[in-house]
């Protein structure tokens, strides 16, 4: 394993040794090598001022560039990367093409948000899969401008979206390799460790069983950011390459754990429509670019969005340690408020989703309620999924429900109600009235208890009026309300 930092930003070489490993790759830009036009806005992620391009070759679909915050990324998650930021677009005096178009559009005012704006667009420019008007608000929902207003930055970005031509960017992208991220890196107290395989993994939790796992660090990283709590010992999964896979098989899927949510989004839009639907407003697309499945579901966080989906689809979380695997239900590996059934000396190395809906009559969604539509923390999220006999009966259910309790967990009491009833209103109604016995949420600033409870019933009926027309119903372009109202009216 290396003990030096080293990347690329806009083609040059970087070689680092005195920086904490926490440093985050925005203040590195801006304060040790003088590109200030990456801003800080939020420090969260949310405002997307940050954003700079990282060469992925190992995208779900081939190489590609990837929009994501510089502000959620420390220094160690660069090793061996190449990123560009809005200084390495232009060619002498002669602008970048997704520069012209924005200046073009009038897209630009103040100019603090352009940088992030311009470098999200450099990643529409190289996408070829903007087929649907809503994959344009995907890709810009992570950038926000209070001055220009939004309409001739849209307006700007469809103009250049997909039109990329060969340049010096095609090419880079093209002949970039994977590289090793092994790293053992030290400053002062603080260390971190990159293992590229799992006996390192191993000795690694052996002699350091206090230190924290960090894979895509959009969690992590906040508390550096916000609450400047500086975490000593950190052991990234990413150099693990096995555990970033995605694997479809034909009865179940194996979802490795620091699989990217962006990757994920794309590969699951076929066989798991509500999933797909879930991750659609998990946040915004530089998020995604970072955001691992074992991350969302290990924080376990009350209101995580992944976990109630998950819940619904019969998913299991394997448990990897030196002494080997071991299946765990979703349901069984939250234990308690921010507590997992992870025993010392083991990971999560990914989820095991089965593929139960070839043909059956199963129908399933997945619901997040939150204040804004994009970029939000759910106040109630529902992962919802019933099998029918060949009468129409519940002959099986699964509900799940994040924001209700200390855990996301299962409605058993409501489950129960509908088993073996006709899949109708009266069903509907006898569930959403046994709620109250599986769940006793709290008033808090997102939401009251009253509301968290209306909200979870109103999805339950939701859930019934939306799968009447279609068992795995998708989100229409530019929806309004959790449940799509076009099946309702």
């Known amino acids: 394993m290396d003990d030096k930092l080293r990347f690329w930003i806009n083609g040059v070489a970087v070689e680092e040794d005195s920086a904490p490993p926490t440093t985050t790759l925005l203040n590195h830009l801006r304060g040790s090598m003088g590109l200030t036009g990456t801003k800080e806005g939020c420090a969260e992620g949310d405002g997307g001022a940050c954003t700079v391009v990282i060469v992925d070759p190992e995208a779900h679909g081939g190489p590609a560039f990837r929009a994501i915050n510089a502000c959620l990324v420390l220094l160690p998650m660069v090793q061996n990367k190449s990123v560009f930021t809005v200084e390495g677009l232009a060619e002498g005096r002669s602008w970048h093409p997704v520069q012209r178009s924005l200046v073009e559009a009038l897209g630009s005012q103040c100019g603090y948000c352009t940088p992030g704006v311009i470098m ?3 990643e529409a420019y190289h996408r070829k899969d903007l087929d649907a008007p809503w994959k344009l608000d995907d890709q810009m929902c992570g950038n926000l401008c209070r001055c220009t207003g939004y309409k001739p930055i849209m307006e700007a970005t469809r103009q250049i979206a997909g039109k990329a031509e060969e340049d010096r960017f095609t090419r880079a992208l093209d002949q970039t390799p994977a590289r090793s991220m092994g790293l053992d ?15 390192t993994l191993w000795d690694l939790l052996d002699a350091h069983p206090q230190a924290r796992f960090v894979a895509g660090g959009t969690d992590l990283s906040l508390e550096i950011t ?21 694997e479809p098989g034909p009865d179940r899927w194996r979802v490795g754990a620091t699989a990217r949510l962006s990757d994920l989004e794309a ?17 915004a697309r530089q998020i995604k670019h970072r955001a691992t499945l074992g991350g969302n579901l290990c924080t376990a966080s009350p209101i995580g969005d992944m976990a109630p989906a998950l819940m619904a689809l019969g998913a299991s979380a394997l448990l990897r340690s ?16 921010r507590q997992t059934a992870l025993k010392p000396g083991e990971v999560l190395a990914g989820v095991e989703i089965p593929v139960d809906w070839r043909g059956v009559d199963v129908r399933s969604a997945c619901y997040k309620v939150s204040k804004r539509q994009e970029l939000d923390i759910s106040t109630v999220a529902a992962g919802m999924w019933v099998r029918l006999d060949g009468q129409g009966r ?11 309790a200390a855990r996301t967990a299962r409605a058993a009491a409501a489950e129960a109600a509908l088993l073996g009833q006709i899949w109708a209103e009266e069903a509907v109604e006898a569930a959403c009235a046994r709620l109250s016995e599986d769940f006793s949420p709290i008033d808090d600033h997102r939401g009251s208890a009253w509301y968290r409870r209306t909200v979870a019933a109103n999805l339950l009926r939701g859930f019934l009026l939306e799968t009447r027309h279609d068992p795995a119903p998708r989100l229409p372009y530019r929806t309004t309300g959790t449940v799509n109202p076009e099946v309702i009216s």
């Open 226 to 246: 916000k609450r400047f709590e500086i975490p000593p010992l950190l052991i990234s999964l990413e150099g693990l390459g096995g555990l970033s896979r995605i």
């Open 322 to 337: 030196r002494g080997g695997d071991r299946l765990v239900p979703l349901e069984a590996f939250f234990t308690g408020y």
């Open 185 to 199: 890196y030290a400053h002062g107290e603080q260390r971190f460790w990159t293992p590229e395989d799992e006996a």
């Open 394 to 404: 519940v002959e099986a259910a699964r509900l799940a429900f994040g924001g209700m």
């Open 120 to 122: 999200s667009m450099f």
């Open 267 to 283: 590969a699951c839009a076929d066989a798991f429509p509500a999933l797909e639907r879930m991750l659609r407003f998990f946040g």
